[in-house]
């Protein structure tokens, strides 16, 4: 099993996403970040979730990750599993959860 390398690199929004604020979403945004709070996004589809989380990627210099969530989703499809390979039971885990990198998961 070949071990696949991780690049935050490819992950940085190169450009600034559009995003017009309707509040103080950005300093609290800021300020959780800072204090390393998590934070949850709730609404609607389509109503910019996504959106602020990539410019507030692309503000902070943070690579950014997203994943859509489904009904099907499992938290061993997140965090990694043990899977019998040859005889051997490894461990199968994604990188993409690494501390230095936003994860939004769009529900």
């Given at each position: 099993?070949?071990?696949?390398?991780?690049?935050?690199?490819?992950?940085?929004?190169?450009?600034?996403?559009?995003?017009?604020?309707?509040?103080?979403?950005?300093?609290?945004?800021?300020?959780?970040?800072?204090?390393?709070?998590?934070?949850?996004?709730?609404?609607?589809?389509?109503?910019?979730?996504?959106?602020?989380?990539?410019?507030?990627?692309?503000?902070?210099?943070?690579?950014?990750?997203?994943?859509?969530?489904?009904?099907?989703?499992?938290?061993?499809?997140?965090?990694?599993?043990?899977?019998?390979?040859?005889?051997?039971?490894?461990?199968?885990?994604?990188?993409?959860?690494?501390?230095?990198?936003?994860v939004v998961f769009v529900i």
């Open positions: 099993m070949n071990a696949r390398v991780f690049k935050p690199e490819a992950y940085l929004i190169e450009q600034q996403p559009y995003y017009e604020p309707i509040g103080s979403e950005i300093e609290l945004f800021e300020a959780a970040y800072h204090n390393q709070l998590p934070l949850l996004l709730k609404g609607p589809t389509g109503c910019g979730k996504t959106r602020f989380m990539e410019h507030m990627a692309w503000r902070l210099q943070r690579p950014l990750i997203t994943v859509s969530c489904h009904d099907d989703l499992t938290a061993s499809d997140l965090v990694g599993r043990f899977l019998v390979s040859g005889g051997d039971t490894v461990w199968l885990m994604d990188h993409w959860h690494e501390r230095y990198v936003m």
